[in-house]
Every structure is written in structure tokens, then in C-alpha cells.
């Protein structure tokens, strides 16, 4: 009887494996569905309604988000190994930002991620300028300081062509007690953007205003007057836990891995429905694709990547903890985020040959669905970030985050009604046949021995976490502003 058993055991297992379908592009590409798209942003935009209207890192909009993702991948475990990977990170929240003008007038200003406290009460000091230069960025640059009189001042500086960070920096170097950077588009559509938790000791407090009234106070100026205003920030900053998920396929080599990600969290400022639910959706969907075949030959992690918003923290970490072996296993890594521009543009990311080998499954696809598709070399503002410097070919889909493209980038109205959903679709769809082809084959790819991770970048992402390490350190003794005493200098 136990033989029996065995053998009508053998012959059902064979049967459900017989039965599962064998993978081809074109099966990812028809399971993935706008409605169930939809389905997981609208799921997210009501996350962020009921936490205070966003879903970042440090706040419980990103909880529950991950609760989310991972309850939706544990109804496949059968088919994917899901786990949750802890990390600790600075987190740093503004509670009151204020600027008043040279007449006594409140003026709207927002403030950027990792901005640092003024004295209680805020700083009143008199306005410098630094030159507009809009070929190599205003401020940017040791020599554009030289004869600023920034010297216990407030220093108006234009944004943009650099990080705000090298701004800040250059101020406080020169002396500055602050920064007002003037938005670099009109209107108040200002974005936030982060600074970078290792740069809280390095840089001035700022606030960000609108580029009609710093164009305003720099024609006073440059006619002849002194404007004083007063800018006031009050935010603090602690060591928060938060995670990244990280989900595989069960079947395929575990040397062979193709790689895709898009970050979980969005900024303080709204639910991030664009930025980046879009991708979180659509790589939900291509895993959930994944687990209804069989026939393929490599395996297929999927990572939604926490704090991304605050310096990509959580793929940074997910880097610094690989070891060789590991990282030499990941062929290849796709990021997608921001795929969903409500007026997309389509620009596919690759830098060297290796990273056009995937590239090119995305452009060509693309062009065959009659999108226009250009280059983006990658830089150093998404996930992609900590692949590249371990020297993993990559590349990924982008449709914008500039006034034209998504006019809500890192706003409140980042919401479910941000999204082009033919365009969400197309790309998940193009992302879903990319994955496929490489699970089948990587063809093509170059072998990890030819791309073996620089030592100096390996030895960056430890150094990066090394001063992560000193600045939970530092956020230990919580940084905050009492509000009850005001400095003019």
C-alpha cells in the first residue's frame, strides 16, 4: 500500500509539474493588466490617506506599506521565498519651516529631507547674493563664492545643475548662516529633494522659495538696497528601523539571478503614487506572473527598496552586505521608477555596453509599440546606484520627473489621479518581457569575471555606511529646536 501511495503521489506531482505552463515573454507580457495595477496604487494612495497623507521612510505610511507588499507576496509562497531585510537609518522630519521677507511678509517656502535646525526662533540676517550662472550652476563652485560677502549673512543662491547639497556646503565654508534657495521654475510647484543624512554636519539650514520672489529680492539688491530677512527651520533627527523586501522566484540557478527593483517609500510631502508606486505596482505584478510557469532557466528576485527618498539607503545597504559570491551571482539589474509619468517620456538607462544588453530588450520593445525612446546615462538618483558600483550591468525605464512630464513630482498631489495608465501599463508589460527573456536565457550578458566589482567602489559603499554608522550615532542625541528664544546677527 505505501508503494501505491508513493507511486500516485509521483504521478499527481508529475501531472501539476506537466501541467504548469512553460515561460515565454509573450505569457508575462498578457498577464499584466491595468485593472490589477490600479488595484495595488489604489491600495497605496488610501495607505498614504490614512497616515498623514504620505507612505516615507520613519513614518507609518511606510509600514504599512510593506505590511502590504508582503501580505500580497506570502499568498504565493508556494512558488516565491519572500523575506524582510531590517536596516537602521537617520530619519529626519521638519516641523516648522518659516521665512519673512525684507517688509515683514510671510513667504511660502518649503524645505528639503536632512535639512538641519537654525537657532530657536530662527536667523535674521541681512541677504547676499551669489552670481546667476546658468551654464556650470549657480553656487556650485568654490570660485563663484569668491567676493560673496556670505560672512554671517542668509545667501540667496539659484537652484539647480548641482547638488543642493555642494551649495550648502560652499555657504558654510564661506561663512553663511543659511541659505535661500531660489526654485529654479516659476510658481510654487516646488519640489523637495534630499540632501543626504551624511551631510547633516557639513551644511547651513535652507529653505527653498518661489523663483518670482527671490528674482524680486535680487533686483532690490542689485539696485542698491539691504534686505534683511529672518529664516527659521526646526526639524530633529533619530535613528529609525525600516526595511527593504527582497522575493525570488523558487525555481532557476541561484548563480545566474536577474535582478529588478523599485523603491517602496515616498517622501514626506505626499503618498508617492507616481514615485514610486508605478514601479512598486508593476514589479508586484510581473512576480505574481512569474509563479504561474515553470521551464526557465535562471532565477528571478524582485526588491522593494526602503528610504530611497532619504540618500537610496535601503539598496545601498542591500549592496554593502553582499559578499562576492553574491554579488558575482546577480547577472543583471532592472530599476523602474517613476514608470507611470502622467506625460511620459520615455528614456531607457544605460551607461557602458554591458548595460545595453538589457536595455536594448526595453528600447526595442518600446519602438515596436511606437514610443520614441532615448538614452539616459545613469547618475546617481536611484537604486541602480549601489548595482553600478559593484559593476552589475543594469539598466532600467524612466518617464520623467520635471515640470512638464509630472508636474506632481514629490508633491501632495502625487496622488492616484498622477498616473498615465497606458503608459504604467506598457512599461510594466516591456519590464514583465525583459525579465522573461533573461530568466530563459542570458545570452549575451557578460559573464561576472569580466565585470568583476571595482575594489575602490566596493570599498565607497562600506565607507558610506561607515558614516551612515556615525551619523545614527550622532542622531542618538536627537537634534531639536525649542521655538522659545530668536538670534538676529
Not at 58 to 63: H, Q, T, V
Not at 72 to 94: A, S, V
Not at 352 to 359: E, L, M, S
Request: with cysteine; net charge positive; hydrophobic share 35%.
Amino acid at each position: 500500500m505505501k508503494f501505491f501511495n508513493a507511486l500516485l503521489y509521483g504521478a499527481l506531482l508529475f501531472s501539476e509539474v506537466s501541467a504548469a505552463k512553460k515561460l515565454t515573454a509573450s505569457q508575462v507580457e498578457g498577464d499584466i493588466k491595468k485593472s490589477k495595477l490600479r488595484k495595488t496604487l489604489v491600495d497605496l494612495n488610501n495607505i498614504g490617506k490614512k497616515h498623514g497623507g504620505n507612505r516615507a521612510f520613519g513614518l507609518p505610511g511606510y509600514k504599512a506599506s510593506v505590511d502590504y507588499i508582503y501580505k500580497e507576496l506570502k499568498k504565493h509562497k508556494k512558488y516565491l521565498d519572500t523575506h524582510i531585510q531590517p536596516f537602521n537609518y537617520t530619519f529626519e522630519q521638519t516641523r516648522d519651516i518659516q521665512v519673512r521677507g525684507p517688509d515683514g511678509e510671510d513667504v511660502y517656502v518649503i524645505t528639503l529631507i536632512y535639512n538641519v535646525g537654525t537657532p530657536a526662533g530662527g536667523v535674521t540676517a541681512p541677504l547676499a547674493l551669489v552670481p546667476i550662472d546658468d551654464t556650470r550652476g549657480s553656487g556650485c563652485f568654490a570660485d563663484q563664492w569668491e567676493g560673496v560677502d556670505a560672512k554671517d549673512k542668509l545667501v540667496l543662491v539659484k537652484r539647480g545643475s548641482c547638488a543642493i547639497s555642494d551649495k550648502l556646503k560652499l555657504a558654510k565654508k564661506a561663512g553663511a548662516r543659511g541659505v535661500l534657495l531660489v526654485h529654479n521654475a516659476p510658481g510654487e510647484g516646488i519640489t523637495s529633494a534630499t540632501l543626504s543624512a551624511e551631510n547633516l554636519e557639513l551644511i547651513v539650514p535652507v529653505g527653498v522659495i518661489p523663483q518670482e520672489v527671490g528674482n524680486a529680492w535680487r533686483k532690490r539688491i542689485e539696485g542698491g538696497e539691504s534686505l534683511e530677512v529672518t529664516l527659521l527651520v526646526d526639524s530633529f533627527y533619530e535613528t529609525r528601523e525600516t526595511w527593504n523586501i527582497i522575493a525570488e522566484t523558487k525555481q532557476g540557478d541561484p548563480k545566474n539571478v536577474v535582478m529588478m527593483g523599485a523603491h517602496l517609500d515616498s517622501v514626506q510631502e505626499g503618498p508617492g503614487i507616481n514615485d514610486d508606486g508605478s514601479g512598486t505596482a508593476g514589479i508586484l505584478e510581473i512576480a505574481k506572473s512569474f509563479t504561474k510557469y515553470t521551464g526557465y532557466k535562471n532565477k528571478v528576485r524582485f526588491a522593494w527598496w526602503g528610504a530611497e527618498e532619504s540618500g537610496l539607503a535601503g539598496s545601498y545597504f542591500y549592496g554593502e552586505q553582499l559578499t562576492e559570491k553574491e554579488a558575482d551571482s546577480i547577472r543583471f539589474y532592472f530599476n523602474y521608477d517613476m514608470i507611470g509619468s502622467p506625460k511620459p517620456q520615455y528614456w531607457v538607462q544605460a551607461s557602458k555596453p554591458a548595460d545595453r544588453v538589457g536595455g536594448d530588450i526595453l528600447a526595442a520593445w518600446l519602438r515596436k509599440k511606437g514610443k520614441t525612446v532615448e538614452w539616459e546615462e545613469f547618475g546617481e538618483s536611484s537604486d541602480y546606484a549601489a548595482f553600478i558600483a559593484l559593476g552589475i550591468p543594469s539598466s532600467g525605464i524612466f518617464t520623467g520627473a520635471d515640470a512638464e512630464t509630472d508636474p506632481c513630482y514629490h508633491l501632495a498631489c502625487d496622488t492616484i489621479d498622477n498616473i498615465h495608465w497606458d503608459a504604467l501599463t506598457l512599461n510594466t508589460k516591456t519590464a514583465g518581457r525583459a525579465a522573461a527573456q533573461f530568466a530563459l536565457s542570458l545570452k549575451g550578458v557578460p559573464a561576472r569575471d569580466k565585470t568583476t566589482p571595482n575594489p575602490k567602489n566596493k570599498r565607497a559603499i562600506a565607507a558610506r555606511f561607515e558614516l551612515w554608522q556615525k551619523k545614527r550615532t550622532l542622531a542618538s542625541n536627537s537634534h531639536k529646536c525649542n521655538h522659545k528664544t530668536k538670534e538676529v546677527v
